[in-house]
């Protein structure tokens, strides 16, 4: 048995679709920021708090899916920015469901001021935690909540 401790806390990061171009795509909502940044900033915090951290980023649902699927058991929390899939997939859903560990469900832009189709969430019912509208510090600060309710 494995002692539980912050060195063996492991976060899995998710990306879904588009988020790959941050930086270039629309940056008004979005922000200048690059995929590398925000994890290159994830990774320096979570060594902060004695957290191991493992992103991930997909353009294709199913591929995000089983990457949710293969950490079952091997994670104690989860941040996801589902993107445009936070408004469509049930599969998503399900597999964090299926995770059964703290959610915290993080959005660059604040979908609740966002067009009407962007202001559905299939997955805040069932997160821990969101945050919307603060760009790329509310993977940070998603992190630090997370660091907090596993600890």
Not at 5 to 34: A, C, F, S, W
């Amino acid at each position: 048995m494995v002692a539980d401790t912050p060195q063996n806390k492991h976060i899995l990061v998710v990306h879904g679709p588009n988020l790959n171009m941050l930086g270039q795509r629309e940056p008004d909502h979005y922000g200048k920021r690059t995929l590398d940044d925000i994890n290159g900033s994830l990774g320096e915090k979570a060594a902060k708090l004695g957290l191991q951290v493992s992103t991930f980023q997909s353009n294709h649902e199913g591929e995000i899916v089983e990457a949710i699927q293969r950490a079952v058991g091997r994670v104690q929390g989860l941040i996801i920015n589902p993107a445009a899939y936070t408004h469509t997939s049930v599969a998503i859903r399900d597999a964090v469901l299926l995770l059964d560990v703290p959610t915290i469900e993080v959005h660059l832009s604040n979908i609740h001021k966002r067009e009407p189709f962007r202001q559905q969430s299939f997955i805040a019912d069932i997160a821990t935690g969101q945050v919307s509208g603060l760009g790329a510090s509310g993977y940070l600060f998603a992190l630090e909540a997370l660091a907090q309710r596993i600890a």
